[in-house]
Nanobody, 130 residues
Framework: QVQLVESGGGLVQAGNSLRLSCTDT????????LAWFRQTPGHERDFVAA?????????????ADSVKGRFTISEDDTKNAWYLYLEINSLKPEDTAVYYC??????????????????WGQGTQVTVSS
């Protein structure tokens, strides 16, 4: 069973960049549908970005409108393990949240919905100071 773990969060100043990482504790294949969500206290988990491996030529990437142009989702399997990344540029205080990676072995057109993912990490806190 996939067990995801995130890393890379922390306290950063606005305008800086950060890269979040996610992998499986046993280096298993992460899945065909991968995503990052974020959550702030008292709010639901919001979709940030997703990779949908819907063809053998590569995956399709999707982003929430609020992060387009600043966030980049990618996957890497060159280190004897599968890693999912979220590169965040030009950080803003409103990016402050707990960021979660999520995966599923099944493809779901509703890649933006939390219910479309079976496996979740424990989250990593990103705090952006102004």
């Amino acid at each position: 069973q996939v067990q995801l773990v995130e890393s890379g969060g922390g306290l950063v100043q606005a305008g800086n960049s950060l890269r979040l990482s996610c992998t499986d504790t046993a280096h298993l294949f992460l899945g065909y549908q991968l995503a990052w969500f974020r959550q702030t206290p008292g709010h639901e988990r919001d979709f940030v970005a997703a990779i949908h491996w819907n063809n053998w030529n590569g995956g399709s990437t999707y982003y929430a409108d609020s992060v387009k142009g600043r966030f980049t989702i990618s996957e890497d399997d060159t280190k004897n393990a599968w890693y999912l990344y979220l590169e965040i540029n030009s950080l803003k205080p409103e990016d402050t949240a707990v960021y979660y990676c999520a995966s599923s072995y099944e493809l779901d057109p509703a890649y933006y919905g939390a219910s479309s993912y079976k496996y979740w990490g424990q989250g990593t806190q990103v705090t952006v100071s102004s």
